[in-house]
């Protein structure tokens, strides 16, 4: 029953993309009973990227991510697949940082407050709000995508027609929430077969 019980709980989680105006976020719900894995998979959904860097979480001292090689003189890392989110929440409210892409350096808050049982019925994760449009990939991180934008909006600036270009009809303002709806429905799909999968298992 307690297994149940630990199986069926969320959370609400809120990301902020760190020093972005106006302030792009998300608000989620999401099973307290994930990797940190795969909160990597749902924060990627949730603001549209697409995961070819790497990345990694951090909370307090503790840094979690992939296994890598070198640590590079910093805290040694955490193997994320391994860690459930929650085993590091806190009660009442939880604040960690999530780092993706270590060249542009796109920082992330996620506030993860109201621990509670799901609804019965309900998928998750499950998306539940935002604001504007994740930044495109490698355009330079928080300066860079400022700079493009700028170069976007000011048809007199040398590199206005080549921003254009590159935007491809990317609209700032615009989040694409059918298709996080979408992403999100995937890995609560694959979330439920293994469930499924385990409650098969002979015990």
């Known amino acids: ?8 709980e969320i959370c609400t989680l809120r990301i902020e993309l ?24 749902v924060i990627q959904a949730a603001m549209g990227w697409f995961d070819p ?10 840094r979690y991510g992939l296994p890598m090689d070198e640590d590079w003189g910093t805290e040694p890392r955490i193997e994320a697949a391994k860690v459930r989110l929650r085993d590091v929440l ?31 019925g309900s998928s998750y994760p499950r998306y539940v709000a935002g604001d504007n449009n994740g930044p495109p990939e490698d ?6 995508f400022r700079d493009l934008l ?12 080549e921003s254009l270009r590159w935007l491809d009809g990317y609209d700032p303002k615009v989040i694409d929430e059918e ?8 890995i609560a799909r694959r979330r439920n077969a293994a469930m499924a999968r385990v409650r098969k298992e002979p015990t």
């Open 179 to 186: 298709q996080i709806r979408i992403s999100l429905t995937r």
């Open 18 to 41: 760190c020093d972005s105006e106006p302030l792009i976020w998300r608000e989620l719900e999401v099973p307290t009973s994930i990797t940190l894995k795969v909160l990597h998979d």
């Open 90 to 120: 806190t009660p009442r409210r939880t604040v960690m940082t999530y780092v993706y892409d270590f060249g542009d350096d796109w920082q992330h808050r996620l506030i993860l407050t109201r621990v509670r049982q799901g609804e019965a």
């Open 1 to 8: 029953m307690a297994a149940a019980h630990s199986v069926n």
């Open 139 to 144: 355009c330079g991180g928080i300066p860079g």
């Open 150 to 161: 700028d170069a976007a909006a000011h048809p007199k600036r040398h590199d206005h027609a």
């Open 53 to 62: 860097h790497l990345w990694e979480f951090r909370h307090g001292k503790r």
